[in-house]
């Protein structure tokens, strides 16, 4: 140990400050790995359930039904618009599965998935095509989502009979949770269009510098469009496999998802200014909201805390986005 700190002190100033701005940008790299792994562990020590296969299982489908939606955002926050509608695209699309639970299953998917591109584009034409705020838009078409959700369900949750929607949200292939691999599969392809794709080139640019995308030929309107519709895709998908979670459409379980989605692919590292954020960052913060919710719970503190816990990581990540940036 004296050698190690003899050989610091006896190293050039300036070789030290090279050596510290490594250790920086290292640590800047794979702080969203190093803050999920602290959690992990801060986890594993207040609670001894925690680690037991059948929560972490538990903890896997929540961080599922989380992570689909979240991975449709990512493209909308990096394309620098925002989408306050997730949760109830969420919450109406699980109702229609359960008033529609006895038309074939794979119609209902088509339906389901046709309902959130709707959304999605009616978000993205007012947006591209009219310029209007997309916190203003996605926030009104949220809360035309969920009075339909509360109209077509009567204001009740509606019973899920059918067999196969219990397969969907609480079957296994090879021992890993349905959910799960729906999750991952959307994972990989939505990190695939992102990453090795002229159209994540695209998504990348217009959140950087509008301006600048559209000298250099890229069609900044259906670029745009196109992110809102991947985001209402994705909640569509997220309410469906919700639905067979649960058994129920519930018109009201979109309450809090949106703050939820938003804050794990924020703490994942996507910066609401746009231009900067990756798939695999919002997984690790998707699994960072859903590890968060599940100790919280087994703790037995209540879901207002959870709240002023998440507002504070927003807040915490927005600020350190900045500083970053």
């Known amino acids: ?15 030290r400050a090279v050596v510290l701005r490594r250790v920086k940008a290292w640590v800047a790299g794979y702080d969203i790995f190093l803050a999920f792994l602290g959690l992990f562990a801060l986890a594993s020590l207040l609670s001894r359930t925690f680690l037991t296969p059948i929560n972490l299982l538990n903890v896997a489908r929540q961080v599922s039904i989380l992570g689909i939606a979240a991975a449709g955002t990512t493209f909308v926050i990096i394309g620098a618009g ?34 959130g591109l709707l959304v999605g584009g009616i978000n993205g034409t007012l947006v591209s095509r009219l310029g209007m705020d997309p916190f203003i838009v996605s926030f009104g078409m949220g809360g035309v989502a969920e ?5 077509f369900s009567g204001g009740r949750p509606v019973f899920i009979e059918v067999p196969a929607y219990q397969v969907l949200g609480s079957g296994q292939v090879l021992g890993v949770p349905i ?20 159209f994540g080139v695209y998504v990348y640019s217009i959140g950087e510098n509008p301006e600048a995308a559209f000298v250099a030929g890229i069609n900044v309107r259906m670029i745009r469009m196109a992110t809102y519709l991947i985001g209402g895709a994705c909640a569509a998908l997220s309410g469906f496999v919700l639905a067979g979670r649960m058994t129920t ?33 919002t997984l690790i913060g998707a699994l960072m909201i859903g590890i968060l919710n599940n100790i ?24 350190l986005g900045r500083r970053r940036r």
């Open 82 to 115: 925002i989408d306050m509608s997730i949760g109830a695209v969420i919450a109406l699309t699980s109702v229609v599965v359960a008033l529609l639970q006895k038309v074939p299953i794979l119609l209902v998917f088509l339906v389901v998935m046709l309902l």
């Open 249 to 281: 459409g519930d018109p009201g379980v979109g309450m809090g998802l949106t703050l939820d989605v938003i804050t794990a692919v924020v703490v994942g590292g996507t910066q609401l200014e746009g231009g900067v954020g990756s798939i695999p960052r």
């Open 296 to 319: 919280t719970n087994l703790l037995g503190i209540g879901i207002y805390f959870q709240m002023i816990l998440k507002g504070v990581l927003i807040v915490a990540a927005v600020l």
């Open 1 to 15: 140990m004296q050698k190690t700190t003899r050989g610091w002190s006896r190293m050039p100033k300036p070789a």
């Open 179 to 198: 959910p799960v691999w729906i999750f991952a599969t959307v994972t990989v392809l939505c990190s695939l269009a992102l990453s090795r794709t002229p």
């Open 147 to 151: 009075g339909l959700a509360f109209t």
